[in-house]
């Protein structure tokens, strides 16, 4: 018999389908000459410290650290885990072949062959290596069955994450708790966690230190346009512009003789009314109209980071719950494998696209024209080089049955993107017009959407918050000499700290080792040293939820005081810096590649957990963390300062929010529980009982996606 082992019974199904296994046995699907079993994801696990040597079991300084000579793997302590194992085992020790169905990727490699191994698997293993579960996608896989041998690298770059994280965790969680915890406070230290952690509460310190400054706006009204005063850029903003140049060559921009016109920033309410009264009573001329005419390609397509990041901000789903959906989309056969970080298609894809498209029948206002002739082939949609062992995230062309409505939005999402790569470039005209009155500069800028291209599958998003400004405007025809009256006026405007992360800005973080990045290429090229891995960021996130580090208020991400001071104390710069775990996250990557040798990250690593544990053990500052918890006071984000009387207050999106009053105390994008319609209406919208979970949809209630968690939110159907 060939033994199949795919990791959950759903996809196990799937496969048993489509090889003709119809009889169903206790824990497998027999028949064909195949028996298709599952696991339930990790049934194996690395041992516990006592496992290795008995007086690591108590915790103490002295033990640390704690190194094993070598690693081993135990069955998880769970009944129905062992019972299947044991039918795995019976079946694999039979086998005349093992075809390991895993999840294609590093994670579901390591689950098997630990598996295969505690089972003392002897015969011969394929690989099944697919991108989707639809029935053509796995009767090719299974035609293009691949040697496990070539999957070795990837194993070895899953056990290498897992030993690492093992050596790392249980000695500086072991270091830091007894030397800085108190009241059996655990003090939990990761490899990814803590320097996410570390993001968090240095946005959150400059957030706290930012002391406003207040400056005023010099505008004019002319022809009912709003113009703005040129304000020249100070010393300092030139010189960030010029390492941010340094550090990205290829964006540099060719700087004009002028390109620093105009006045300096207005600092005092003075100088500013002087020079509204110079202009007040003097024509408005215009001296300058330009246009120039642009395209814009349509948007990537999806990688498990950059559609987590949409969701948050479309839809105030978290990471966790967004790779829960397309997990389900994918196991539902509609969407391709989701734990993928590349945002580009490989050329074999090509030719399966008018298929895909065609299988979209609720997208075909758009997908009619497209029909019929040769679908636009671009480099920055298909490209080899930019995939490895997976493609993006795009729609199978089956077509959706049965979708809840939270996924049905992130199918919407992805089919629309897809759709979009087709279509022509969106060609727009931007006007540039500057004037003047009393030789004081002023300019306004509008954008023309001459041809809308991609941009009708989007025409009912509207524009985020924030977005919309002076560019989407269209401006009149100005000529060049004209001139008349204007009304110039004074606003007084304060500087703005920082934004606290939200789920979506902390991805990024992560995604660029904490680099601020807008570009894509330049977003790509720092993907290499991001931290965590897409399938893991999200589990990073609600682990630090659980450890009471971090809390949310809204949509932003707020440390408590033990996350504050857990970083606080932490003086190792590579327990904490995100730019050096993500050089760590690169040796992983490279391990992969067979570019870099498994035995030197461990023997790197080991050095590294000694050196910490030596360094930590020498601190005598008897210094301890503040205790966390479910009951403790939340504490509001200080205010940067306070305005003077008369004074503008700050936007509000930088103002501090208040705790909340009460476990029932919603916050205001969370509608009171006693107002809430009985009706799927609800779903998606923000808990009102945590503030943090969504409302999902159960078999008799509503609830909250944070159940798990502990939230008792729950509304009966109506009746």
């Not at 349509?298 to 901000?313: A, G, I, W, Y």
């Not at 080899?384 to 993006?392: G, P, R, W, Y």
């Not at 996250?585 to 080991?606: N, P």
């Not at 705790?659 to 916050?667: C, D, F, Q």
Request: charge should be positive; hydrophobic fraction near 35%; include cysteine.
């Amino acid at each position: 018999m060939i033994v199949c082992i795919a990791e959950k019974p759903s996809v196990a199904r799937d496969i048993a389908d489509v090889l003709g296994a119809k009889n169903r046995k206790e824990g497998y699907i027999e028949g064909n000459g195949y028996q298709v079993t599952w696991t339930f994801g990790h049934l194996c696990t690395l041992k516990e410290p006592h496992e290795y040597t008995p007086s690591w079991k108590s915790w103490s300084l002295s033990s640390l650290p704690m190194i094993p000579p070598r690693f081993g793997i135990k069955l998880i302590n769970d009944s129905g885990i062992e019972k299947q194992f044991h039918i795995i085992e019976k079946l694999m020790q039979e086998a005349e072949m093992i075809i390991n169905c895993g999840d294609a990727g590093q994670e579901g490699e390591l689950i098997q062959r630990w598996v295969m191994q505690k089972a003392g698997a002897k015969c011969p293993v394929k690989r099944l290596w697919i991108s989707s579960l639809t029935e053509e996608a796995i009767r090719d896989g299974f035609a293009n069955l691949k040697d496990q041998a070539e999957f070795q690298p990837l194993y070895e770059a899953g056990l290498s994450r897992a030993i690492g994280d093992w050596t790392l965790g249980m000695n500086a969680t072991r270091l830091y708790t007894l030397k800085y915890g108190q009241n059996k406070q655990v003090l939990s230290i990761g490899r990814v966690q803590t320097p996410t952690l570390a993001l968090i509460v240095k946005r959150q310190q400059e957030i706290e230190h930012f002391v406003p400054k207040q400056y005023w706006e010099l505008k004019t009204v002319y022809r009912d346009t709003v113009f703005s005063a040129i304000v020249r850029k100070s010393d300092e903003e030139l010189a960030e512009e010029a390492e941010k140049e340094k550090e990205n060559p290829s964006s540099k921009k060719k700087i004009q003789p002028d390109a620093n016109r105009g006045i300096p920033q207005i600092t005092d309410e003075q100088t500013g009314k002087e020079l509204l009264e110079r202009i007040r009573n003097v024509d408005f001329t215009v001296t300058e109209v330009s246009s120039k005419k642009g395209t814009e390609a349509p948007p990537r397509l999806f990688d498990l980071t950059s559609l987590q990041v949409e969701c948050n901000k479309k839809f105030s789903y978290s990471a966790d719950m967004t790779l829960q959906l397309i997990q389900s989309l994918y196991e539902k056969k509609v969407a391709t494998y989701p734990r993928v970080d590349t945002t580009f298609l490989s050329d074999d894809i090509y030719p399966k696209c008018p298929k895909i498209l065609e299988g979209l029948k609720d997208y075909t206002v758009y997908t009619t024209t497209l029909s019929g002739k040769p679908l636009i082939k671009s480099k920055k949609v298909f490209d080899n080089s930019k995939v490895t062992d997976h493609h993006a995230i795009i729609p199978t062309g089956v077509q959706p049955q049965g979708l809840s409505d939270m996924e049905k939005r992130v199918f919407d999402l992805i089919a629309r993107r897809f759709i979009a790569v087709f279509y022509p470039d969106c060609k727009f005209s931007t006007t540039t017009v500057i004037g003047e009155a009393d030789q004081l500069e002023f300019k306004v800028t509008g954008k023309q959407i001459l041809e809308p291209g991609w941009r009708v599958i989007f025409a009912k998003d509207v524009p985020e918050e924030g977005k919309e400004n002076e560019e989407e405007s269209v401006l009149p025809a100005f000529t060049k000499g004209e001139s008349g009256p204007h009304s110039p006026m004074l606003n007084e405007k304060w500087t703005q700290p920082p934004r606290p992360y939200t789920e979506a800005t902390l991805l990024r973080a992560m995604e660029t080792a904490g680099k601020l990045v807008d570009n894509d290429e330049l977003r790509d090229a720092l993907k290499e040293n991001g931290i965590g891995r897409p399938s893991t960021r999200a589990a990073i996130i609600e682990t630090l939820f659980k450890r009471h580090y971090i809390r949310k208020e809204r949509k932003n991400l707020i440390a408590t005081p033990t996350g504050v001071e857990l970083i606080q104390l932490i003086h190792e710069e590579l327990l904490k810096s995100a730019e050096l775990t993500g050089i760590w996250e690169k040796k992983l990557r490279e391990i992969e590649r067979k570019s870099y040798d498994a035995g030197t990250f461990l023997a790197e690593l080991k050095q590294m957990v000694t050196e910490i544990v030596y360094s930590v053990l020498r601190d005598n500052s008897n210094r301890r963390v503040t205790v966390t918890t479910d009951d403790s006071p939340k504490i509001p984000l200080k205010k940067a300062a306070a305005p003077k009387n008369g004074e503008e207050e700050p936007k509000k999106k930088a103002a501090p929010r208040k705790p909340r009053a009460s476990k029932k105390a919603a916050t205001p994008e969370a509608p009171k529980e006693d107002n809430l319609p009985a009706d799927d209406s609800i779903l998606g919208k923000a808990c009102p009982v945590c503030g943090t979970g969504i409302i999902i949809k159960g078999k008799t209630a509503y609830g909250c996606s944070q159940w798990k968690n502990g939230c008792k939110f729950r509304k009966p159907f109506k009746a």
